[in-house]
T-cell receptor, first 114, second 108 residues
């Protein structure tokens, strides 16, 4: 069974540019989460989808971040325009809606804004 | 959401048992306790989850007292490859937040 995948693995962009991160959850997982880890700090929750609906987006830092999950499958996280403080590692995780409570994490996307 | 408190770092030696305790005084009735392990440049990996008493799997044990205000992750006979950050999370399936984690360093 394929795990959670994220694309790209690394992205280097200039301040003011736009970047879109993609997450493909495990097939059948209705829960999808985005987290990020800014250098030297703890992993922070960004938002949670249940299928295509945003269940909780309280962790989104500001309106430069837009997450979508059209069709309830893969999700994208767009940062527009990117700022220096957006640099970090963005993780995606998925889990089943019922049953085991384990979140499966992807390898992360390392974003560097210069 | 219940806040978790765990030691920032711990050192151990190969072959020893390591116990990492997490405090979660405000745990709610519906909350589970979950531990994740994270290696550098990788996403967190699930280790174990429990609600009360003791849970054991092939890699760890989780001890939860009756009041559930704390929990202890026990790693038997650690090896160098167990060097990682260990996170204690408290919440239900749909809402878990990471704390700062405990950086475990296993020395030869």
């Amino acid at each position: 069974e394929a795990g959670v995948t994220q694309f790209p693995s690394h992205s280097v962009i200039e301040k003011g540019q736009t970047v879109t991160l993609r997450c493909d959850p495990i097939s059948g997982h209705d829960n999808l989460y985005w987290y990020r880890r800014v250098m030297g700090k703890e992993i922070k929750f960004l938002l949670h989808f249940v299928k295509e609906s945003k269940q909780d987006e309280s962790g989104m830092p500001n309106n430069r971040f837009l997450a979508e999950r059209t069709g309830g499958t893969y999700s994208t996280l767009k940062v527009q325009p990117a700022e220096l403080e957006d640099s970090g590692v963005y993780f995606c995780a998925s889990s089943q809606l019922q049953g085991p409570h384990e979140q499966y994490f992807g390898p992360g996307t390392r974003l560097t804004v210069t | 959401l219940a806040k978790t408190t765990q030691p920032i770092s711990m050192d151990s030696y190969e072959g020893q048992e390591v116990n990492i305790t997490c405090s979660h005084n405000n745990i709610a009735t519906n909350d589970y306790i979950t531990w994740y392990q994270q290696f550098p440049s990788q996403g967190p990996r699930f280790i174990i989850q429990g609600y009360k008493t003791k849970v054991t799997n092939e890699v760890a044990s989780l001890f939860i007292p009756a009041d559930r205000k704390s929990s202890t992750l026990s790693l038997p006979r650690v090896s160098l490859s167990d060097t990682a950050v260990y996170y204690c999370l408290v919440g239900d399936n749909n809402d878990m937040r990471f704390g700062a984690g405990t950086r475990l360093t296993v020395k030869p």
